[in-house]
């Protein structure tokens, strides 16, 4: 599933073709992807302007002057492409329609944004931007990990009373939004955190210490891309490469750069772990 940094990477990238632009046309496909598309989605979209795009957590947010926003949720499979417009040195042509193609906004100036799920985990929806917040996808999602509501105060209030180990609360999304497997995985091993560890049998000056690692991790990982480890591709198709720096996730058996350990990989939740025994206690 993508995570913040891949999605934010996506958001950079679609923001040349649609901010400040109208969709001409709008062409619906089909008429659910994960969940129903919501009604006269064409019809609603078309003329509309795009004011900004924002990214909540994994969600993209296109807030549009008809007073509604387009969220965007990739899912597994999802990418959101974008054709006709110059990124950076490059022009990127029209490819030919693919089969998955279920959702394609022709853009004023030639530009075109196609949503194309082989799985159709993703999903759309047209929301009053006004009310965005209730939204039942967002409401009730904690800070954002770049946001001033998240600090280090704030981290350990949120963690000090948690029976769950640190891994399984900072995958909360209630706690810090955004934060997913590979990234939380990243940030405990910088943070010498073993995964295991009840949240509050931490000390505040630990938990503390999490708040700059998070920041430093997704920053890291946003400048390379985000990670391209099956589906993920950035706006222009290429794929991300912050996979290439990883010191744990997926890498179990692998040698630990800091001490030559050899990496575990356990089970939590129902997902996997990684970690090194000897540097994270």
Not at 107 to 125: H, I, L, P, Q
Request: hydrophobic share 40%; proline share 5%.
């Amino acid at each position: 599933m993508p995570e913040l940094p891949e999605v934010e990477t996506v958001r950079r990238g679609l923001a040349p073709a649609m901010e400040g632009r109208r969709i001409e046309r709008a062409e619906v496909n089909r008429p659910d992807l994960r969940w129903p598309l919501p009604e006269r989605m064409a019809e609603r979209l078309q003329g509309a302007r795009v004011e900004r795009l924002r990214r909540r957590s994994k969600y993209i947010l296109a807030d549009l002057d008809t007073g509604e926003s387009l969220l965007i949720h990739l899912g597994m499979s999802g990418r959101m492409l974008v054709s006709g417009v110059m990124l950076g040195d490059f022009h990127l042509d029209h490819p030919a329609p693919q089969k998955h193609d279920h959702v394609v906004l022709h853009m004023e100036n030639g530009g075109r944004v196609t949503f194309n799920d082989a799985r159709r985990f993703g999903a759309m929806d047209l929301v009053l931007t006004e009310r965005e917040a209730a939204h039942w996808l967002l409401a009730g999602l904690g800070p954002e990990p770049f946001g001033n509501d998240f600090h280090e105060d704030y981290l350990v209030e949120a963690l000090k009373r948690r029976a769950s180990p640190i891994k399984t609360a900072l995958l909360d999304q209630h706690v810090v939004a955004g934060l997913g497997n590979i990234y939380v995985c990243e940030v405990l091993h910088r943070a010498g955190i073993d995964p295991r560890r009840q949240a509050k049998r931490i000390s505040a000056a630990r938990l503390a210490s999490l708040v700059p690692i998070i920041r430093e991790v997704l920053t890291e990982a946003i400048a390379a891309g985000g990670s391209s480890l099956r589906d993920h591709r950035q706006a222009d198709g290429e794929l991300g490469y912050f996979q290439h720096t990883f010191r744990v996730y997926d890498r179990e058996d692998e040698t630990c750069a800091g001490c030559g350990t050899p990496i575990r990989r356990i089970v939590q939740s129902g997902r996997s772990t990684f970690f090194c025994p000897s540097c994270q206690k």
